[in-house]
Nanobody, 123 residues
Framework: QVQLVESGGGLVQAGGSLRLSCAASGRSFSSYGMAWFRQALGKEREFVAGISWSGGFTYYVDSVKGRFTISRDNAKNTVSLQMNSPEPEDTAVYYC????????????????WGRGTQVTVSS
């Protein structure tokens, strides 16, 4: 069983920056694709960013390209999301997820989920 724990959420002003982190338990983290999803109030959950097991491939939803960066540290079992120039539309609960097949594409099936961390962007 894999446990994912997000941290780093909070209140940030538009145009500022925020860094989310996800810590994973278990020995197989380095073989998992990892992703960030978000769900705004009253909306469906959406894929934000994903990174393959090796870090060699990354994927982003169009709305965050050029502003958000996903990265991972396999030695520390962590994946991060650097949010630069956030906008009020980025306000949501952000979830970390793991794809045991290693891909973390938008359409991948995700096997493990964290409980989420709230990000609120003020204008």
């Amino acid at each position: 069983q894999v446990q994912l724990v997000e941290s780093g959420g909070g209140l940030v002003q538009a145009g500022g920056s925020l860094r989310l982190s996800c810590a994973a338990s278990g020995r197989s983290f380095s073989s998992y694709g990892m992703a960030w999803f978000r769900q705004a109030l009253g909306k469906e959950r959406e894929f934000v960013a994903g990174i393959s097991w090796s870090g060699g491939f990354t994927y982003y939803v169009d709305s965050v390209k050029g502003r958000f960066t996903i990265s991972r540290d396999n030695a520390k079992n962590t994946v991060s999301l650097q949010m630069n120039s956030p906008e009020p539309e980025d306000t949501a609960v952000y979830y970390c997820a793991a794809d045991v097949r290693g891909r973390a594409r938008p359409q991948s099936v995700y096997d493990y989920w964290g409980r989420g961390t709230q990000v609120t962007v003020s204008s």
